[in-house]
């Protein structure tokens, strides 16, 4: 697989044109459900990385030519075979991006180099950011994610909040159980993940469990069980979307053109301020989709971008 993948259509982020900018399989976590296999490389940041990483220019021109090949993208996502973090010019790499596209950046990341005061102005540059807290405590973080020595799951979970007051942020949260290493799953362990959930504040919480069958002895949770713990983290998180992530591709438009989309959603700001998931639970549409036109809008001068209670929302100009 070379830098540039796809594009792919994506659970979470529609038409996915991914970016992989780090040396193959090269990670700060070795996550017992990940679907990479055994064969990474775990480092605790990019100084303990050997082999190059792609620098700015060569990601932005793969994107180009890639965007001049594909008409319909809805995001360009940093991801791929690792953690995309690493790589020191995921900064320059956005910048050089923007200038000849508007298509929005997202950056997908298992949230352990935020705490990096380099790592989190990169962050801060995407459009969107889906980091990863699979634990709300460092006994359970230590057993599911296997992080390299050093990581600690209070000083992460402190930097994605930081983020979500830049940024919008979906956090992903992955369950699994597992006879070997445990559960992330159980009561406790979700009781620990509401806590750190409620201090991050992100604008939506995206709960998953693994599809297909990893190399570990590894379970996903069933979706009985994950619409438990949803019910419990919407009775305890007032305001924050939580979504089992397998039912969003049930989702479907009502709506087909994009200026009837548009103009729907310039006709729910003018009435009142929404977040990307109001939206979309209005129009029926992916969020994803939904946060394509809200930066066009945006872009346009249409829009604008409000923080209220640490929660970003979209209004009319004069709304
Ligand atoms: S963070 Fe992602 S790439 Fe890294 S080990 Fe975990 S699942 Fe695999």
């Known amino acids: ?7 792919v259509p994506s659970r979470r982020l529609g038409m996915s044109l991914g970016v992989d900018p780090i040396p193959r399989l090269t990670c700060t976590f070795d996550c017992v459900y ?3 296999g ?14 190059p990483f792609p620098d700015p220019e060569e990601i932005a021109n793969g994107v180009r ?3 001049a090949k594909h008409e319909h993208i809805d995001y360009i996502t940093f991801s791929g075979s690792g953690e995309p973090t690493l790589n020191p010019g995921l900064g320059e790499a956005v910048e050089l991006i923007r200038r000849f596209t508007d298509v929005p950046i997202a950056l997908i990341t298992n949230s352990s180099l935020l705490t990096r005061a380099d790592v989190f102005d990169a962050a801060e540059s995407f459009d969107l950011a889906l980091p990863s807290l699979d634990a709300g405590e460092q006994d359970t973080f230590v057993r599911i994610d296997r992080p390299a020595y050093g990581f600690e ?6 930097a994605i909040g930081r983020l979500a007051r ?7 949260v992955m369950l699994v159980q597992s006879d070997k290493y445990g559960s992330n799953a159980d009561d406790e362990a979700i009781s620990a993940i509401i806590e750190k959930v409620g201090v991050i504040a992100p604008c939506e919480v995206d709960l998953n469990t693994c599809v297909r069958p990893p190399e570990e002895p590894v379970d996903s949770v069933s979706e009985e069980r994950l619409n438990r713990i949803r019910a419990r983290m919407e009775a305890s998180l007032t305001g924050i979307p939580i979504v089992v992530v397998p039912h969003r591709a049930k989702a479907h438009s009502r709506l087909i053109r994009e200026d009837e989309i548009e103009a729907e959603i310039m006709r729910i700001l003018a009435v009142r301020p929404c977040t990307t998931v109001d939206l979309s639970d209005s129009l029926g549409i992916n969020p994803a989709e939904v946060g394509k036109y809200l930066a066009r809008l945006s872009e ?16 009319t100009k004069d709304g």
């Open 1 to 7: 697989m070379g830098i540039i993948y796809g594009p």
């Open 34 to 36: 990940c679907q990479l």
């Open 38 to 51: 055994r064969k990474r490389c775990k480092v605790r940041g990019p100084e303990e990385v050997t082999e």
């Open 65 to 67: 030519e890639a965007l």
């Open 153 to 158: 799951i209070d000083e992460i979970a402190a």
């Open 166 to 172: 830049e940024v919008p942020v979906w956090l992903e």
């Open 300 to 315: 346009a001068g249409r829009i604008e971008r409000r923080v209220q209670e640490g929660r970003l929302y979209y209004a």
